[in-house]
């Protein structure tokens, strides 16, 4: 029997998926699982009547692979991940590659590439979006680590990937951590997107007093313009779920959501490196305060609902809405891509900004027409600093910004949450003003903590502390950032 040319250890649905994948584009593959009865029932199953390889022991698996083996690890992030590693060493040979394809934590994918690189292992953490439909049929593949190993597994990983007008949503993005950080990037705008798209339902929901079917036809019309994306279409096929009783399936969803980590992650390494990722942090928080059912329950009890009957034109105020969550979508990715930014120069990584957008406009689950306007803007101004300084997306926000600020405003009046819409709108109201109050609050630091400030008719970088109280003196706080 031929040897394998990559092997997959994992057979969860995402590992079981790929490994088709795999196998349908004519590259050999070897499985394992740690419970053979998994792998067994995989080969009776969905792997029967393929060339995939079954098998039951680790070093039985390594030995069916070609030199270098080339294995991808499709198991839980954490300690997993460093348990199979670990079972795999004595089996392997310098210059063999282990890609991990969870959602692994960047920083713990800065510790396995520098760990492996001492042992002579190439190590690629490569971030894949789209779900079990992505991992079957075409996913982004985000692979970042040992750039040597690149070429070895680029005719696989490009093969398996989604394809728009023929380009691989696969490239190279950076080295060690690189992949999964754009990856929780990715997945931190998901976040956005989703919590975006909630808003704008609730808003029509309990704002306008649409039913459901209706929304369902608003953002069937959506899915047709500037919002057209995966996330909008599957919006409008939940919308339009019945139950056994032929009513909405969604008014019978309980009303908390879970997360897995990854925005979280986002929002931590934005605070790490000090970029205002505002959009994505309520996303997270969202999550969180829906998941304290009782309390809210509680509360309304407490404090009642703002139960307002909506008086005026429905079909502007869906406008509105539509414009505000257009404009909120451009500021969530800004953030995203501020937050990218910041890492690549703090961890000295070469992103490129258009291929990112690329990748993302196929297989993943973010997928939209939007993608396309970022990669014209970084390949107009490879030195774009921010999106919202792309003359595209300048008339865009310009456009939306009457409707955006009257839907904020609905909320407001109804009394219905819009942390990302409000806080996207706060975002933007500070990026696009040259003043802000900080002048005061560093006045407050240097009054109480003598922290120092700079003045407007100084030269920058020069420090001053004022003795507010006529008791504090001259000595002042020495000058640091966090």
Known sequence: MSQAEIGLIGLAVMGQNLALNIDDHGFKIAVYNRTPARTEAFMQGPGKNTAIVDTYSIAEFAASLTIPRKIILMVRAGDPVDHFIDQLLPHLEASDIILDGGNSRFIDSNRRYGELADKEIRFIGCGISGGKEGARNGPSIMPGGDQAAWPEVKPILQSIAAKVDGEPCCQWIGEAGAGHYVKMVHNGIEYGDMQLICEAYQLMREGLGLPASEIQAVFTEWNQGVLDSYLIKITANILGMKDDNGAPL???????????????????????????????????????????????VQAETLYGRTDKLFIGNKKAA??????????????????????????????????????????????????????????????????????????????AIKAAEPGWRKATVLGIEQGIPLPAFSSALSFYDGYRNSRLPANLLQAQRDYFGAHTYERINQPKGTFFHTDWTGTGGAAASSTYDV
């Open 318 to 395: 869906i406008q509105q809405i539509h414009d505000a969550l257009y404009a909120s979508k451009i500021i969530s990715y800004a953030q995203g891509y501020m937050l990218m930014r910041e890492a690549a120069e703090e961890y000295g990584w070469n992103l490129s900004y258009g291929d990112i957008a690329l990748m993302w406009r196929g297989g993943c689950i973010i997928r939209s027409r939007f993608l396309g306007n970022i990669k014209t803007a970084f390949s107009n101004n490879p030195e774009l600093k921010n999106l919202l300084l792309d003359d595209f997306f300048i008339q």
């Open 250 to 296: 969604i008014d019978k969803i309980l009303d908390t959501a879970g997360q897995k980590g990854t925005g979280k992650w986002a929002g931590i390494s934005a605070l790490d490196l000090g970029v205002p990722l505002t959009l994505i942090g309520e996303a997270v928080f969202a999550r969180c305060l829906s998941s304290i059912k009782q309390e809210r």
